[in-house]
């Protein structure tokens, strides 16, 4: 294992952290060691009554925080314009058919939306086109292992 601590320091700090998880591929396991702890604080968030309106609040902040998760690969430095170009439209086309459903009921019968995703379009979250964005490739991804 290499040595990834300033010597001139005590303590090692966040930077040479990071860099030392960069070099060594370690990255992805940082990463999917973050999204777990949050997801873990959000289910414990939800389960106890006094905090439960507060990770409720929070949810259009993880769906956004678990789509950077996602796309950072893609859309890092090196900009993947096919995945950006997908990623659009399947958000888009998502959301007007959510918006559609919404206002006639057709093609998933009368349903409507509460505040708990955020800013509405047409009675519709804005954020509901990203969601299915997120479930579509969680299901990709599912599927070809």
């Known amino acids: 294992m290499r040595d990834f601590i300033d010597k001139s320091k005590k303590t090692p700090i966040i930077g040479d952290i990071f860099r030392f998880a960069f070099d060594n591929g370690d990255f992805y396991f940082i990463k999917e060691l973050f999204i777990f702890r ?7 968030f939800l389960l106890v009554p006094q905090t439960y309106l507060f990770a409720i609040m929070l949810t259009p902040f993880m769906l956004i925080l678990l789509a950077g998760y996602i796309f950072y690969p893609s859309f890092g430095i090196n900009l993947n314009r096919r995945m950006l170009v ?60």
């Open 86 to 145: 997908a990623t659009i439209l399947i958000a888009l086309i998502t959301f007007i058919i959510e918006a559609i459903g919404v206002a006639t009921g057709f093609p998933f019968g009368n349903y409507s939306y509460g505040p708990t995703l955020g800013f509405k379009l047409f009675e519709t979250p804005l954020i509901i086109g990203l969601n299915w964005v997120i479930v579509i490739i969680g299901t990709g991804s599912l599927a070809s292992n």
């Open 38 to 44: 949050i997801f873990l604080f959000g289910l414990i």
